[in-house]
């Protein structure tokens, strides 16, 4: 072939070479990054769901309910012998009876498995502190009920069954601002989280360290606080110097919980006066099977 011809192809090939390269990158890069966008489309839509489905059964769960003019006065009468505020004897509508708390419960279980991996961190911790208050109160509420269901304390289903119903309206009365504040500030989480929305992954490795770290010390002082002789003192001291109010609260408020449970069992036979004041109690038998049972069904939660 000629020179001028043999110039021709090379010139051809050095616009038709970087060209063809640049198209195929070109492509390759937006293929690439439709799929990305399409990855982070579900990502933001699966999280935002989340957002709006936890929410929307917290509040739900959280929204007080009117108790009856019996109901009222009868909690007024019981809960009168107890430092404990309650919001004009309401109580959130988890608390209605067993099976709406269970409910409630349940449905947080699923979202939450359902949702955990498309949650950021901030809003995750703070459904897990949120929830931690409605597991703590089905620990110490399923083992009353299985305590009322105890064959060898004889009550009659029926009868069980108001018991159950009626000391879940008395712990509701009892938390709901507990219930309130572990929906305030899971909303208030989402909500910061949502004012600016992001899908990068943030490793934070000092704050993820500082997390785990403090994670692994309450789990050393909690198991020495269960322990018995002067570290089971030195344990519990530290828990409670490193609660805050709302968890001193809700401390004291369990305290409580468990001494109405034990009323609660009797009550067909006593009166609420003659019950706390002492003027007239079940036999020391009677009381020491209850507590038998009773703390038989928390250890073996």
């Known amino acids: 072939m000629p020179q001028y011809m043999w110039e021709g192809v090379f010139s051809v090939l050095n616009v038709l070479v970087p060209g063809v390269v640049l198209a195929l990158f070109a492509a390759y890069y937006q293929n690439r990054r439709k799929r990305e966008i399409k990855i982070e489309g579900k990502l933001a839509v699966e999280r935002i769901d989340g957002y709006e489905h936890i929410l929307k059964a917290f ?17 007024e009468t019981i809960l009168g012998y107890f430092d404990v505020d309650t919001f004009h004897f309401e109580y959130p509508r988890a608390f209605v009876d067993e099976e709406s708390f269970d409910a409630f419960y349940d449905r947080m279980k699923d979202l939450k498995k359902d949702y955990q991996i498309y949650l950021d961190r901030k809003v995750s911790r703070q459904l897990d502190k949120s929830l ?5 109160l089905k620990l110490w509420l399923d083992a009353f009920c299985d305590t009322e269901h105890a064959v060898v304390l004889k009550v009659p289903e029926a009868r069980a069954k108001q018991h159950i119903d009626w000391m879940y309206k008395l712990t509701g009365m009892m938390v709901f601002s507990h219930c309130t504040w572990a929906y305030g500030a899971l909303d ?4 910061k989280q949502m004012s600016h929305f992001s899908l990068t992954y943030r490793k934070h ?12 010390i309450l789990f050393w002082i909690d198991n020495g ?5 002067l570290i089971g ?16 609260s809700l401390s004291h ?3 409580t919980v468990v001494q109405v449970m034990r009323y609660v069992h009797f009550s067909d036979d006593y009166q609420p ?10 036999n020391q038998n009677d009381q020491e099977l209850w507590s038998k049972v009773f703390k038989s069904q928390i250890h073996g939660s």
């Open 59 to 75: 509040f739900e769960a959280q929204e007080l309910q009117d108790a009856t003019l019996e109901e009222a006065e009868n909690a």
């Open 132 to 136: 931690h208050l409605y597991t703590l």
């Open 188 to 191: 208030r989480v989402v909500c």
């Open 205 to 216: 490795p000092i704050r993820n360290g500082l997390d785990k770290m403090g994670d692994r």
């Open 225 to 229: 606080a269960r322990k018995g002789g």
């Open 233 to 248: 003192k030195i344990g519990q001291g530290l828990l409670w110097l490193m609660m805050d109010k709302n968890a001193r």
């Open 253 to 255: 408020i369990m305290e």
């Open 273 to 282: 006066q003659e019950f706390f004041e002492m003027q007239r109690l079940p």
